[in-house]
């Protein structure tokens, strides 16, 4: 039925995409065209439903009202706070509509933007409900995120009004505070918005300074709460922008996506229904911040625009105050879908390898568990289901079956913070009957979705890898490694263009394949039309000439009973040009004494699976307590590349890197800093002397 679903998306489009946008909207008024029918050199500007206009918070909550305003929309769960508090579609109503109110008393109309510089917390989420109530384009950034990053994203959008509260809270006892960072963001953008307006958690309460347009949000509140009945929805145009979310990188400025309303909608509703299975009433729990994609489309959006029960989760997997803390939600908010990064899964596998937490649950409620951020490998993939299922999964199979019931199903999905929704995975809700779900191939991201025309295009080594431009681009065969690429146009809910930047939207995505969308990653599609993301395309090795991708040498490390988490980057090799050097953590159950041993067995693991050629060596084997890691679980390899590069050029010069503070910049997404410094200090150890 996918297959079937995804040929008639690619065969008409048009008819395709607009039977779902009237069946699944709310529209003020209905779109009567599925695109605007854009030349073939500008396919990549096409808009979807042009004539479309509607308000997303309408789609969200008022539309529910009359049959499910008694009906659970919101549960917040947060164990760092000792609070659970639940929330009807109706109370969302008020809460939302009480923000609008504070937001145009304060100015702000359709059409400016409003950062939300915020924690997990209910308010975060009424806020940018609000904004779309009032056609205003919110932009939430990770709350705690350093002042140098938050300052980009300030001078780049320009708020109008920024919103935010105290602190996070990073366990009981841990409190991060907002105020002094988000100054400091200020003086480095030189820029203020016209109002700040702060909401005081009971963790930590702070003055404001009015002579800033600092404001109090409980005292706005009250102001505004006269005029929050008044407050109806701003009807906009289809392509209206939604909401802007920046990508994070390590240098330069971050790319803001700008994600057109009415596209999104539809992509979100359709990707609820049939990819995730999720029903109305029903509860999804999405492991994932505001500020990151996950956050938006299926924590805050999507459960919401289809009627269902969405968890807001302030905590972390382990340590607040156990590893048992997911699966006590998956119980007693009766969660029927999940969706979370695979390091969410790895972290957990480290922490209790048996699954006793897991245990204690009655989980068959379940249906769908589903993975997204990077890429799953068949060996954390097999550890999840025997956890989740509590039945063995044999480790010659390649692929599982759904059986006859769909419960439980635990599947790999892929998408970027660019398309919004998934591209490729395992739909679940075409059918209740487990045998009209497609087979899941272990390290595979599923089929192609609807919309999404796939291709693998071959590397051709005398392009430059930063600016070439490949204007006959060649077409990979069935299981050949190389860059993938959507072919022209873009199915509903992509991004249109990059704040402020027309130009790089172009440079960025459509420049080095002309008529496709260059997605960065580096995989394969298999004979069976399954999807395999390998990794990013700057994460591929060349060693001797040979192109290796670090994800495939993941994969094998992993099934080393020792091993509990692993990352591969290269190095540099005066024979071979880059070579593998691995930093891996050990299960707390390994013996320290076989060290040596272990690194020989990786070795020879790698020799058997990879081949030869993948040229690991055990003095480029290391381990380490943890790996440096984004506040949503993401490896920072390239920062962990650069260091590399950084320690081999000082030996080269005769330098003792060890005398120096790490040069390399700290990205802003860094989870725990002190991570760096410890990464740093193994790889002057391991290299600073040998390269």
């Given amino acids: 039925m996918q297959l079937q679903a995804h040929r008639q998306s690619l065969d008409d489009p048009k008819e395709f995409w607009l039977k779902h946008a009237l069946e699944l909207v709310d529209w003020k008024t209905k779109p009567t065209a599925a695109t605007d029918n854009p030349p073939e050199d500008a396919l990549h500007c096409a808009q979807w439903f042009p004539d479309g206009k509607l308000n997303a918070c309408y789609n969200a909550v008022d539309r529910h009202i009359a049959e499910r305003g008694d009906q659970i929309a919101l549960i917040y769960d947060s164990p760092v706070s000792d609070t659970v508090r639940r929330f009807t579609y109706s109370e969302l109503l008020r809460e939302v509509k009480g923000v609008a109110s504070m937001l145009r008393r304060h100015g702000v109309q359709r059409g400016d933007t409003v950062l939300l510089y915020m924690a997990m917390i209910p308010q975060t989420l009424f806020a940018m409900l609000a904004c779309a109530r009032i056609g205003a384009i919110h932009s939430v950034v990770f709350g705690g995120f350093a002042p140098a990053e938050l300052a980009k994203r300030i001078g780049d959008c320009r708020p109008k009004v920024v919103l935010s509260n105290t602190c996070g809270l990073e366990s009981k006892t841990k409190i991060v505070p907002y105020k002094p960072l988000l100054d400091k963001a200020f003086e480095l953008a030189d820029y203020r918005p016209s109002a700040t307006i702060i909401l005081q958690r009971e963790q930590l309460r702070v003055r404001l300074d009015p002579a800033h347009s600092e404001y109090y949000w409980d005292t706005e509140l009250v102001e505004a709460a006269s005029d929050a009945d008044t407050i109806e929805c701003e009807v906009v145009d289809s392509n209206h922008p939604l909401y802007l979310i920046y990508t994070s990188g390590t240098t330069g400025m971050p790319k803001g996506i700008v994600r057109p309303a009415g596209p999104h909608v539809v992509a979100l509703l359709y990707a609820q229904r049939y990819m995730y299975g999720l029903q109305p009433g029903e509860t999804m729990f999405t492991f994932s911040d505001f500020g990151w994609q996950l956050g938006h489309s299926y924590c805050a959006y999507g459960p919401l625009l289809n009627g269902s029960r969405t968890v807001l989760f302030e905590g972390k997997p382990i340590g607040t105050p156990d590893a048992g803390q997911i699966y006590r939600v998956f119980s007693e908010h009766d969660v029927r879908v999940f969706l979370c990064a695979p390091t969410v899964v790895v972290v957990l596998r480290r922490t209790d390898p048996e699954g006793l937490f897991r245990a204690k649950y009655d989980l068959t409620h379940m249906r769908g568990l589903f993975l997204a951020g990077e890429r799953l490998t068949p060996e954390i993939h097999r550890w999840w289901i025997a956890t989740i299922t509590g039945r063995a999964v044999p480790v010659e199979e390649d692929s599982v079956a759904c059986g006859k019931e769909v419960s439980c199903v635990v599947s790999d999905n892929w998408w970027q913070t660019e398309s919004g929704s998934p591209m490729t995975g395992i739909c679940i809700g075409h059918s209740t009957n487990g045998g009209h779900i497609a087979r899941i191939k272990y390290g595979s991201a599923g089929l192609m979705l609807p919309g999404c025309d796939l291709r693998v295009v071959r590397v051709k080594d005398d392009l430059d890898e930063d600016q070439g431009v490949d204007g006959n681009p060649q077409l990979a065969d069935p299981e050949e490694v190389g860059n993938i690429v959507a072919k022209l146009p873009l199915p509903p809910g992509f991004l249109t263009s990059l704040w402020n930047d027309d130009r790089r939207f172009v440079d960025a995505y459509f420049k080095r394949y002309p008529g496709y969308y260059d997605t960065g990653d580096t995989?394969?599609?298999?004979?069976?039309?399954?999807?395999?993301?390998?990794?990013?395309?700057?994460?591929?090795?060349?060693?001797?000439?040979?192109?290796?991708?670090?994800?495939?040498?993941?994969?094998?490390?992993?099934?080393?009973?020792?091993?509990?988490?692993?990352?591969?980057?290269?190095?540099?090799?005066?024979?071979?040009?880059?070579?593998?050097?691995?930093?891996?953590?050990?299960?707390?159950?390994?013996?320290?004494?076989?060290?040596?041993?272990?690194?020989?067995?990786?070795?020879?693991?790698?020799?058997?699976?990879?081949g030869p050629i993948v040229s690991l060596y055990a003095e480029n084997i290391v381990f380490v307590d943890r790996l440096p890691k984004t506040r949503s679980g993401k490896i920072l390899r390239k920062m962990m590349r650069t260091m590399i590069d950084t320690v081999h050029g000082d030996a080269k010069q005769g330098k003792d890197s060890s005398v120096i503070d790490c040069p390399v910049g700290t990205p802003a997404t860094i989870e725990d800093v002190a991570v760096k410094s410890d990464i740093w200090k193994t790889i002057i150890d391991t290299i600073g002397k040998k390269s």
């Fill in 523 to 610: 995989g394969m599609i298999d004979s069976e039309g399954y999807v395999h993301i390998l990794s990013r395309t700057d994460d591929v090795i060349k060693v001797a000439a040979h192109r290796l991708s670090t994800s495939s040498i993941e994969e094998v490390i992993f099934n080393h009973q020792d091993i509990a988490e692993c990352c591969v980057v290269s190095r540099p090799c005066e024979i071979k040009g880059r070579v593998p050097m691995v930093f891996a953590a050990l299960h707390s159950g390994a013996q320290s004494a076989r060290i040596k041993q272990i690194k020989l067995e990786i070795v020879q693991l790698a020799r058997s699976r990879v």
